[in-house]
Nanobody
Framework: QVQLVESGGGLVQPGDSLRLSCAAS????????MTWVRRAPGKGLEWVAD????????YYGGFVKGRFAISRNNAKNTLYLQMNSLKSAVTALYSC?????????????WGRGTQVPVSS
């Protein structure tokens, strides 16, 4: 059974850094593209970043501006999102999800998300 469990969220202040983790199980993690998405107040679901199966290619939404980094450790079946220089507008629920085997392929499994509230 496919399972994705996010962790690492918590209250931060503007300028802080935070690393989110997504523990995957129930499938061959190393063969799938993975993605991070978020839902912020007043907005719908927003794409944050993608990574290919081996971790060699990464893709980011335009708002990231070099502050976020998606990575993965296939030996540990874990996906990461490093977030640096957080801004107040980033307050959101961050979720990891499994795609297929190509860029922006359909999402097939979702995690439940981890909250990142940014204080002012």
């Amino acid at each position: 059974q496919v399972q994705l469990v996010e962790s690492g969220g918590g209250l931060v202040q503007p300028g802080d850094s935070l690393r989110l983790s997504c523990a995957a199980s129930g499938f061959t993690f190393s063969t799938y593209y993975m993605t991070w998405v978020r839902r912020a107040p007043g907005k719908g679901l927003e794409w944050v970043a993608d990574i290919d199966s081996g971790g060699g290619s990464t893709y980011y939404g335009g708002f990231v501006k070099g502050r976020f980094a998606i990575s993965r450790n296939n030996a540990k079946n874990t996906l990461y999102l490093q977030m640096n220089s957080l801004k107040s507008a980033v307050t959101a629920l961050y979720s990891c999800a499994r795609r297929g085997h190509s860029y922006h392929s359909a999402v097939t499994s979702w995690g439940r998300g981890t909250q990142v509230p940014v204080s002012s």
